[in-house]
């Protein structure tokens, strides 16, 4: 599981090669993919109808799907209008980052305690990619390996609540970053490093990985502040 992990796709579905799909299942990440990477934008209006066509599958698993995003927030139901992709205000991304801010630091404090020395080690090649992408210049694929860093660590953590609580708050994290890229001047200011992370994981110092984590977090919302 560790080596394949890295290599998935941002909202895309992990399953044995043998393991049926439901088609609202396939439908909710084929739709969740398309709303992260910005194909339905922020804003766009959803058609049932549209989108079953788009997909090629039928409107009823699509609606399941649809009604499973306005509930993880991807999509706004809107009385009297529909629903609609939903916006990346200022007020919304606050309250993005307040939710990594309760979520995230703890995970780190986990992972010291639960996974293996050799887990850390790919953890740890996985978060030296991170940083090597961010000293490129290469900001979309910088977005794209981070987010899969930090899924990966909250697969580590082992926890059926919070693992999928924590890939869910990276793919919000990851649209609203990508957005930022294409409205808005990002620059290398905006990409930090993992070295303290990686340094308090190699000696599992829970409070050290708490206080890394909460240090990225806090910095990154001053950053998107900046930006606003």
Known sequence: MP??????????????PDAPIRASEAAYHELRARIVDLTLPPGEMVNELQLSKALGIGRMPVREAVARLALERFIWVIPRRGMVVASLSLNEVLSLMEARLAVEPGLARELCGKASDDELDKLDDLFKAVDEAGDTGDYLHFLTIDHQAHVRLAELVRNPFLGPLAESLSLHNLRFWR????????????????????????????????????????TARASLQGLF
């Not at 905006?190 to 050290?208: G, P, T």
């Open 3 to 16: 080596g394949k992990s890295h290599s998935r796709s941002p909202g895309e579905v992990l399953l044995r």
């Open 179 to 218: 957005y930022c890229h294409r409205e808005r001047v990002v620059t290398v200011q905006h990409i930090q490093r993992h070295d303290a992370l990686l340094r308090a994981l190699r000696e599992r110092d829970s409070e050290a990985a708490e206080r890394a984590v909460r240090t990225l977090l806090e």
